[in-house]
């Protein structure tokens, strides 16, 4: 769950939410988790609006790791998510 945050957090830059473009970034930096592959797919501008709960437009920190944790745990179910 580390590096979901520290992604989130990069490409953020601090901010406490991204837009659609910095999501997409953030897709490609997942590698390990399976979501580079969303990143050049409509895919992955369907997961950014499933993921921005209260349609602001902006998917914060919350938003962000609740909707990759279901990702993650699949790829890492071994670690016990």
Same mark, same amino acid.
């Given at each position: 769950?580390? +590096?979901?945050? =520290?992604?989130?957090?990069? !490409? &953020?830059?601090? *901010?406490?939410? @991204?837009?659609? /473009? #910095?999501? #997409?970034?953030?897709? *490609?930096?997942?590698?390990?988790?399976?979501? #580079? /592959?969303?990143? &050049?797919?409509?895919?992955? =501008?369907? $997961?950014?609006?499933?993921?921005? +709960?209260?349609?602001?437009? !902006?998917?914060? $920190? *919350?938003?962000?790791?609740?909707?990759? /944790? &279901?990702?993650?745990?699949? /790829?890492?179910?071994? @670690?016990?998510?």
């Amino acid at each position: 769950m580390y +590096k979901l945050y =520290h992604v989130f957090n990069e !490409v &953020s830059e601090g *901010k406490g939410g @991204i837009d659609n /473009r #910095q999501f #997409q970034e953030a897709l *490609k930096r997942l590698e390990e988790y399976g979501l #580079q /592959r969303f990143s &050049s797919l409509p895919l992955g =501008h369907r $997961l950014f609006a499933l993921f921005d +709960k209260n349609n602001d437009g !902006v998917v914060d $920190l *919350k938003e962000f790791m609740l909707g990759t /944790r &279901s990702f993650a745990c699949e /790829r890492l179910d071994w @670690i016990g998510c």
